[in-house]
């Protein structure tokens, strides 16, 4: 090796030992401020997700570091002279988590009035006029169901609601 490779050897070595010599903070004990805090370990619920990444170079806290209270699923840890702050994410409590709805029954669906493929009356009405045509039913529908009829066999399809009556209300008239 030529001197020059080998300063450069040296000086590549020596500087993340210089930067080692600076110091960060512990986020082992950050881990451990973070689970007394909480009063749960890492994992369990009410505790840390999982410890901090340990990825992070924080600058050292001169003074101890303050855990803000659970909001949001997560907590923030900060220290305030150094201007920084992490957020650690939490396992949810079992006690703070809302209940699963499960439904007593499914839904009572009325009988539906037009079946798909059944000739229908479409309607558009106003206060004025009324407007109305045959087409053909996609779909079956009960009253108060929207549902796709078609004016023609190629033509694009209309939504309109199901009357009482077995007529199908074009939208957008009053």
């Known amino acids: 090796m030529t001197p020059i490779f080998r300063r450069l050897a040296l000086l590549a070595a020596a500087i993340p030992a210089a930067a080692g010599a600076q110091g960060f903070e512990n986020l082992d004990n950050l881990d451990v401020q973070v689970a007394a805090s909480l009063g749960a370990a890492i994992g369990q619920p009410g505790g840390a997700r999982q410890p901090i990444d340990r990825r992070l170079r924080l600058a050292p806290c001169p003074e101890p570091v303050t855990v803000d ?3 949001m699923g997560a907590v923030a ?4 002279s150094r201007g920084w702050r ?3 994410p939490l396992v949810a409590d079992a006690s703070t988590q809302a209940p699963h709805a499960t439904p007593a029954s499914a ?6 009035i037009i079946r798909r493929g ?3 009356t479409v309607v558009a ?9 045959i087409g053909t039913a996609d779909q ?5 169901d929207r549902i796709r009829v078609r004016m023609e066999q190629r033509a694009a399809p209309l939504i309109g609601e199901v009357l009482p009556d ?8 009053n």
């Open 125 to 133: 009405r106003s206060a004025s006029f009324t407007v109305s045509a």
């Open 77 to 80: 840890v900060r220290c305030a």
């Open 140 to 144: 079956d529908g009960a009253a108060g």
């Open 69 to 71: 209270a659970p909001a």
């Open 166 to 173: 077995g007529r199908i209300a074009l939208p957008g008239f």
């Open 107 to 112: 839904p009572v669906r009325a009988a539906p």
């Open 86 to 88: 992490i957020r650690v």
């Open 118 to 120: 059944d000739q229908v």
